[in-house]
């Protein structure tokens, strides 16, 4: 069997030892004859993963009892929704820093909700704290820690008087972080964490007070807190793979994994900062160790070198259909090796093409 390197944006590549043990366990979850995908969501099997991913999740992330470790079906897109229909009260408004596409899209469905306020708006950009014009009294102040399709991101969070809420599906768990800055964090899993089509929500247990009577059951952080994300039938074979993942993380060590991503995406960025054939499109003092994005001097030899760099089994590498160019996803679970055999692929595509 023959695996690529994978540089796509979401879904991403997940660690091999968490694919491997997936599968070794695939027909007979630890001898109980049956594949975790059929067992009862209420049953001895499931509930030792359930409770192991939210007390690893826990863990990772240095959470007090004030805090709730969630997991919520719909993707960080749901979440876009639950936020402001949770914590943005009547007569509130609630801030949003406008960074990109994804921070787009979370002001545009808090709209629906609620009344926003852009606090920076800033492009592709990350703004400084000094730009950020914050509502007194706000509900909240919502970011977007790592922008997946510019590649930029935020290096230190800014200080906030309001609960700090940010959606952090692209760069979760791939350096650390103090998650008592805030008062909500979420994110799609599909990135750093498993499988798309869930969220891991990180809550500030006060702050599910706030839901008005009138949000359905379902979508109240409340109703997952109070049955620890099994109040209807969890996506128990998503979980089951981010608790393999978090069991991955656990042995690496956040700050090692940390070391690492700088050092892969420092491998490409030096390329990079060469200057000449490739330009990287995002400012260097926010750009992202997640996704690195960068222009070749016309779109035709972008066009071959996605192409040609597939045909040597680098995958995933063509930019958002929104903004072009080339995007290396290079999240936790891509090894050292991919980067190295990119970086040897653009030396080589740029001493042909260059
Ligand atoms: C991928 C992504 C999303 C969307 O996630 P879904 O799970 O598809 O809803 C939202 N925000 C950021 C920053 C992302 O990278």
């Known amino acids: 069997m023959s695996r690529v390197y994978n540089f796509n944006a979401g879904p991403a590549v997940l660690p091999r030892e968490v694919l491997q043990e997936a599968q070794r366990e695939l027909l007979d979850f630890k001898g109980s004859g049956m594949s975790i995908l059929e067992s009862s969501h209420r049953g001895k099997e499931y509930d030792a993963v359930h409770a192991e991913a939210v007390a690893n999740y826990k863990q990772l992330l240095g959470c007090s009892d004030d805090y709730a470790v969630l997991f919520v079906a719909g993707g960080a897109s749901m979440q876009f929704a639950m936020v402001p229909l949770n914590l943005l009260g009547a007569g509130q408004t609630a801030d949003y820093i406008n960074s990109g596409a994804w921070a787009g899209k979370a002001i545009k469905e808090a709209a629906h909700i609620g009344q926003v306020h852009i606090a920076a708006d800033c492009g592709k950009e ?74 891991l929500v990180v809550i500030r247990k006060d702050l599910a007070e706030r839901a008005a009577p009138t949000v ?25 793979i981010m608790m393999l993942v978090s069991r991955w993380i656990l042995k690496k060590g956040l700050g090692p994994l940390h070391r690492q991503n700088a050092d892969k995406a420092g491998l490409i960025y030096a390329l990079l900062d060469a200057g000449g054939f490739y330009k990287g499109t995002a400012r260097p003092e926010c750009r992202s160790d997640m996704n690195i994005t960068f222009r070749l001097p016309n779109e035709t030899l972008e066009e071959t070198f996605i192409k040609e760099a597939s045909k040597q089994g680098l995958k995933g590498l063509k930019g958002h259909r929104s903004v072009g160019g080339i995007r290396a996803s290079i999240y936790n679970a891509c090894p050292v090796e991919g980067i190295e055999a990119l970086v040897a692929f653009m030396k080589e595509f740029e001493k042909k093409n260059g």
């Not at 977007?144 to 768990?173: R, Y």
């Open 126 to 199: 990350i703004p400084t704290a000094a730009e950020l014009k914050l509502t007194p009294g706000a509900a909240y102040v919502h970011l977007t820690s790592n922008e997946t399709i510019s590649g930029a991101q935020w290096k230190t969070f800014p200080e906030t008087e309001a609960p700090l809420v940010a959606d952090m599906s692209s760069d979760i768990l791939s350096r650390p972080f103090d998650i008592n800055q805030f008062g909500l964090v979420y994110a799609g899993a599909q990135k750093n964490l498993g499988p798309s089509g869930i969220a």
């Open 216 to 240: 359905p059951t379902i979508l109240r952080y409340k109703t997952f807190i109070e049955e620890n994300s099994l109040y209807n039938t969890p996506p128990c074979f998503s979980i089951y």
